[in-house]
């Protein structure tokens, strides 16, 4: 096994609810190795983008992580905060889920995207200019030398979008963790992001944590994934395996509501009956057990554990080979 770039193990994350720690994310591993994309995949409200929060330490106020967090064998979870902030945007880059709200409005866009290079390369204003210029058309921005001096309420979600994914890849970070990069994008966009994700992540050997719900996103960059289902991982395999051989029923679920160009248009669209348990919800068992097919007495006393290399699958009654 090739060595981390990542290696996130037993994360868990807890929220202050009624004066009480309710645990949100529960003993979760995942590894990320240079040069290779990794693939976060499961419904809204399963932990994906609280799970990038706490490994960048950038969690809502009410949240606490613990665990570890290793890049490159330091535990970011114990790092000294001026450390940590050196380290963001030079060595960890973040492309956030909300275009709408994760820019300065009081700021030019240019100037916002300039700033990593300026404070971390020390760039001067002209250089860094220039190098956001080209960032801007590598990501599909038109008439860069325009936009690079309007404000973010002059620019559409899928422009302020842009500008942040060449914001997170200014400083040409050893880690990026992208949290739905192309979800406000068209799908021309969508391709020629993903493209250059996949192209950064190979030429420079940068690992990608890739956040998504989009399974086809997934077939089409992922080198591993890992499943979550309620503040767990359920599954994780190599893409190809996981694709092939799906083990665990809810990610055989998600696979069968996945949209299809054969499907009918007047078939009805498969759904997973029920919803993610709310955050605090005391379960004994499987958490999925309400919702799975092929639950039994078992499931609702025990839970499953992680098992298995390199597929691993946390279910009783996995589907085999």
């Given amino acids: 096994m090739a060595e981390a770039l990542l290696d996130v193990s037993d994360l868990r994350v807890h929220m202050l609810r009624g004066g009480k720690a309710v645990r949100v994310i529960d003993g979760l591993s995942l590894r990320v190795e240079a040069g290779r994309t990794t693939c976060l995949v499961g419904e809204s409200g399963c932990g994906k ?7 960048l330490r950038l969690l809502p106020p009410g949240f606490r992580a ?9 535990d970011l979870l114990s790092l000294p905060e001026a450390e940590l902030r050196r380290l963001r945007g030079r060595e960890l880059g973040m492309i956030f889920q909300e275009p709408m709200t994760a820019l300065n409005p009081v700021l030019t866009v240019g100037f ?26 590598q990501v599909g921005m038109a008439a860069p030398d325009i936009r690079y001096d309007e404000y973010p309420h002059q620019l559409s979600g899928g422009m302020r979008q842009r500008v942040l994914i060449a914001m997170a890849l200014a400083c040409r970070p050893r880690l990026l ?53 309620a503040g767990q991982l359920v599954e994780h395999a190599p893409a190809d395996a996981l694709f092939s051989h799906p083990r665990h029923p809810y990610t055989q679920g998600l696979m069968r509501c996945a949209p299809t160009l054969t499907a009918s248009p007047d078939a009805p669209l498969p759904v997973i009956e029920g919803a993610v348990p709310a955050p605090g919800t005391i379960l004994e068992g499987c958490l999925f057990r309400s919702r799975c097919p092929r639950a039994t007495a078992r499931c609702a006393r025990e839970a499953p554990p992680l098992g298995g290399h390199p597929h691993g699958t946390a279910c009783w009654h996995p589907c085999r080979d």
Wanted: proline share 2%; aromatic share 2%; charged share 20%.
């Fill in 49 to 55: 983008s609280l799970t990038a929060r706490a490994i």
């Fill in 66 to 74: 613990e665990g570890h967090v290793r890049l490159n064998g330091r």
């Fill in 112 to 137: 916002q995207a300039a700033e990593p290079l300026r404070r971390h390369l020390g760039l001067g204003a002209a250089e860094a200019r220039a190098q956001v210029l080209e960032l801007f058309a």
């Fill in 177 to 229: 963790l992208a949290d739905e990069p192309t979800t406000a994008l068209d799908v021309t966009i969508q391709n020629q992001i993903l493209r250059l994700l996949r192209d950064q992540t190979r030429q420079r050997g940068m690992g990608l944590l890739l956040i998504t719900h989009d399974l086809g996103v997934v077939a089409g960059m992922a080198d591993s994934v890992g499943v979550m289902y």
